[in-house]
Structures are given as structure tokens and as C-alpha cells.
């Protein structure tokens, strides 16, 4: 994967005290880069656990951290200066989507990336790179999916995400505003959300607690770690078509139940799973071609599925140690 080393521009990262935004963050502050972080600390999931995935960033004098929140901040003002946009804020979760909460999700997921776009081709971005998701293919009658294949979400989730996308291409077709989209494919890896699933399952088997899976086990997904995203985020900057949307993926399809076998060689301990009914909005399988990230933008996953699975799992047998989280 290639990209360019910079000449001490600015970058701004929203949702910058999630997962993925932090690692993210982190990333472009060792190429040199200064970071600007947004987040808003969304209640889907407890703030003590955003601010420790704040807490290296902190320290960086090349960082600087803004709560506010994309649907009402003065955007021109925080964008100034800025060279490029890495768009990661959002509300998360496709179970939640459904019913009064879509409210929620059109607000953050649309809204807020409408007022960021019109921002920023005002105050002269090189670059809006937009995180997008694997969730608005729906459940795609062809696998491997390819950037061409038909967007069909089933979730309110996936409609918001790619409503946004729709939002990108927009801009950049009618007012020049250059975007990318980068379509994520079940991202996992340390700080992973604890509404995921392998974290969840991770957690559950060091605490010799139940896991629930919604469906057979046998839905497959193609699993991403953390760091080959980032990666293609870095590379994104300065690559790719303007308007263009990329998917990212792992490069190998697993089922549920052979994570749930990896996990348990990992730890060395037995799972204890109770499969329930399918969820709505769960498609069955997943799987990306990634020729086109591959051909334009260097994306050559690096990380196996198995020494991802090691990472996050020592990630969490570190958390699980520490005296506050006994208490939890």
C-alpha cells in the first residue's frame, strides 16, 4: 500500500474517539500529519471507553480535539486550514436502526455528512474521504460483491450510509468537491466497539459467559482488522478516482461458527453459544472483490484473519485485567 509523506498539512478526523477513528488518528500523527479530532460521544455505547481510546492521542502535541456535533457546529470555521477530511462519524448499529431510532441515524449519518460536504467545498479540502460500509450491498445475490453490483440495503443503517455516498458523488460531480468512498467490510481489531461481534464473543469466552448467535452460525462474513483500513485510508489521500467508492475487505470469507472455533484455539478456553432466531437486517453473507482498491489505491490486506483474532483477543484479556473492569 502507498502513500505520499506529508508536508506537516492538517488533517480532520470526526468520530475520531471511536474504533476505528482513533487507530486511524494515531496513524497519521507517526506520518507527520496534524490531526484534528471531532466527536460528538454519541450514547450508543459508553463515553469512559471513547475517552480511553483518546487517551494516546492526547498527548500529541500535533493533535487537537473538538467536541461538537456535525449537525450544528459551525463546519466552515472547523475546516479551515484543513487539507483533508476523513469522514468516520456516524450512528452505528444495523439492529438498532429500526423504528423511532431512525431518527437518530438520518441526523448523524445524512445530515451531519451534508453539512460536512457543503463545509468543505467552501473552504478549500484537497480531499473528503468517506467511511462507508459493506451494509448497502444488502444481501447480494453474487459473492464476491464488486463496487458495480446492485446497492440494495436491508437495513435502515444501510440506507442512511448510502444516502451519504449518494451525498459524496454529488458533490464532487456538481460542485468539484473531490471524495472518495471506501466501503468497510466488518471491521474487528482492538478498541473494537463492544457491540460487535467478536468482541462480544471474545468477552464472553474469557468470562465464561454465553454467547448468542442470531441465525445457524453458517452466515459468513469477509472480516477486515483494523489496521489494513487505516492503511487504505492513508493511501485514499492522495489516490483514486474523485467521486470514486472502493471496497475493503479482508480477502477471506468465514463463517461464524469458524470464528467461534478460532477464538476458542486462541483462548484456550470452551464457548458456550445458543443460537436464536435471525435478526432483521443481518445480511447472510458477505464478501468483497478488491480489485479496483487494489489496482488504484495499493490495498494489499496484510493482516490473517487468525493473527487479527490474536491481537483483539490479547487486546481484551489486557482490558478484562484492569481493577475497574473487574468491577464492571
Excluded at 466552515?76 to 438498532?96: E, I, N, P, W
Excluded at 457543503?118 to 463496487?147: D, F, H, L, M, W
Excluded at 458456550?272 to 447472510?284: C, E, I, P
Amino acid at each position: 500500500m502507498y502513500y505520499n509523506e506529508p508536508s506537516q498539512e492538517t488533517c480532520l478526523v470526526t468520530g475520531v474517539a471511536g474504533f476505528i477513528g482513533s487507530h486511524l488518528a494515531e496513524s497519521l500523527i507517526a506520518h507527520g500529519y496534524r490531526v484534528i479530532g471531532v466527536d460528538a460521544f454519541v450514547d450508543f455505547y459508553p463515553r469512559a471507553t471513547k475517552e480511553t481510546n483518546l487517551a494516546q492521542l492526547r498527548q500529541s502535541p500535533n493533535f487537537q480535539f473538538v467536541e461538537t456535533d456535525l449537525r450544528s457546529a459551525n463546519l466552515v470555521k472547523l475546516l479551515k486550514g484543513v487539507d483533508y477530511v476523513f469522514h468516520l462519524a456516524a450512528q452505528a448499529g444495523v439492529r438498532t436502526s429500526w423504528g423511532d431510532g431512525f431518527a437518530s441515524y438520518v441526523g448523524h449519518n445524512v445530515l451531519g455528512t451534508q453539512r460536512l460536504l457543503e463545509a468543505a467545498k467552501q473552504t478549500g479540502v484537497q480531499r473528503v474521504i468517506y467511511a462507508s460500509s459493506s451494509s448497502i450491498y444488502g444481501n447480494a445475490a453474487t459473492q464476491p460483491v464488486r463496487e458495480d453490483s446492485p446497492t440494495v440495503p436491508i437495513s435502515p443503517y444501510g440506507v442512511t450510509k448510502l444516502a451519504a455516498e449518494h451525498l459524496c458523488r454529488l458533490y464532487t460531480t456538481e460542485h468539484g468537491l473531490p471524495t472518495i468512498s471506501l466501503r468497510y467490510f466488518t471491521v474487528y481489531g482492538p478498541r473494537q466497539r463492544p457491540d460487535m461481534a467478536f468482541h462480544k464473543f471474545i468477552r464472553a469466552i474469557l468470562t465464561d459467559q454465553p454467547i448468542t448467535i442470531y441465525g445457524d452460525g453458517e452466515q459468513s462474513r469477509d472480516f477486515t482488522y483494523v489496521g489494513d483500513i487505516v492503511a487504505a485510508n492513508l493511501a485514499a489521500m492522495h489516490h483514486g478516482r474523485a467521486g470514486g467508492f472502493y471496497n475493503l475487505g479482508g480477502g477471506t470469507r468465514v463463517t461464524v461458527n469458524e470464528v467461534l472455533r478460532l477464538l476458542q484455539e486462541i483462548t484456550e478456553k470452551p464457548a458456550q453459544v445458543v443460537y436464536q432466531s435471525r435478526q432483521l437486517g443481518d445480511a447472510a453473507h458477505t464478501s468483497a472483490d478488491t480489485s479496483a482498491a487494489r489496482n488504484e489505491l495499493g490495498f494489499a490486506p496484510r493482516y490473517s484473519l487468525m493473527d487479527g483474532l490474536r491481537a483483539e483477543a490479547a487486546w481484551l484479556t489486557e482490558l478484562l485485567a484492569e481493577p475497574a473492569m473487574q468491577l464492571a
